[in-house]
Every structure is written in C-alpha cells, then in structure tokens.
C-alpha cells in the first residue's frame, strides 16, 4: 500500500459509559456465540496501529455501524 492509501473497516463502534447502544448487543452476541468482540474507537486506534495504521476518523452511520478509516503511519 502506497503511503496515500487508506483502509476502510465497517463496524459497530461502542460508545464509552452506560449509554444505551445497539453494537454492545451484538457485542455480546459475538463473544458468547462467535469467540470474538466489538470494539471502542480506543481499540480501533490500538489495532489499527499494531497492524502499521494511524486511525484517521470514524464516521457514524444512520445505523449502529461507523466507517473506520486508518492511514499507513
């Protein structure tokens, strides 16, 4: 990937706190059924940044999805 690329991940993003969210349902979803997790912005950036990425923006969707773009670092 050029140092112009970008990637784009489409997820539920949780929201901090105790504040009502339609991806911390399927969050529970996927660990007891599917072994894995949704994710905060925080780990987003994290794993993003393991994998050679700087989180750029996270866009919000009508929906509980959010658009996740992460630049090359």
Do not use: C, W
């Amino acid at each position: 990937m050029t140092s112009r690329g970008r990637v784009l991940l489409v997820e539920a993003v949780i929201p901090p706190g105790n504040e009502a969210h339609a991806g911390k349902i399927m969050d529970f979803v996927m660990l007891t059924a599917l072994g894995g997790q949704e994710r905060t912005r925080d780990e987003y950036e994290e794993l993003l940044r393991e994998a050679g990425f700087r989180l750029s923006a996270v866009v919000p969707t009508a929906s509980p999805m959010s658009v996740i773009e992460g630049r090359p670092l």
